[in-house]
């Protein structure tokens, strides 16, 4: 799975998607700088709501860990949607779109992805990829466990 300019603008399109479109986020999303700048503004609370909305199998307690946030936090930011999430939320938020619409585009399905997501790899000791979102290593690894399922592999 090689992965072309083409298809990066693609999952950054089905990301943003996922997170409202052009109507939330305020403007298209089209390549890694427009990320940057919205990434630096906070996304707004409305795009947590949409996400949020948008997930088919996902659990609100894996939402609430895979966004490092207590449920109750996330109950509190999805009651004032028009509150900008803090940076650190905003980086964790795109993280998860992005991965949902990677794992989507690969998986075939988003339903499938999300399955993918919450389900237990014995590859990285019985973690699932969803626990994997926080920091750049972990997002590393999801990826290529991700690229290890579309060539076949055992993830």
């Not at 307690?61 to 939320?89: D, F, H, V, Y």
């Not at 590859?123 to 699932?128: A, D, E, P, Y």
Request: proline share 5%; hydrophobic share 45%.
């Amino acid at each position: 799975m090689t992965e072309t300019k083409a298809d990066t603008a693609a999952d950054i399109r089905r990301a943003a998607g996922l997170l409202g479109g052009p109507t939330v986020l305020g403007h298209p999303l089209r390549e890694w700088l427009d990320v940057h700048e919205i990434l630096l503004q906070g996304l707004p609370g409305t795009a947590l709501q949409h996400f949020v909305d948008s997930l088919i199998v996902t659990t609100s307690a894996a939402i609430s860990e895979a966004l490092g946030m207590s449920r109750r936090t996330l109950q509190r930011r999805l009651n004032i949607p028009e509150m900008t999430l803090r940076r650190k939320q905003s980086e964790r938020l795109w993280t998860f779109a992005y991965i949902v619409a990677k794992a989507t585009t690969a998986l075939g399905s988003q339903e499938r992805a999300e399955n993918w997501m919450t389900t237990p790899r014995a590859s990285v000791r019985g973690l699932r990829p969803i626990d994997l979102l926080a920091s750049p290593v972990e997002i590393d690894i999801v990826e290529n466990l991700l690229e290890r399922a579309c060539w076949g592999w055992p993830a």
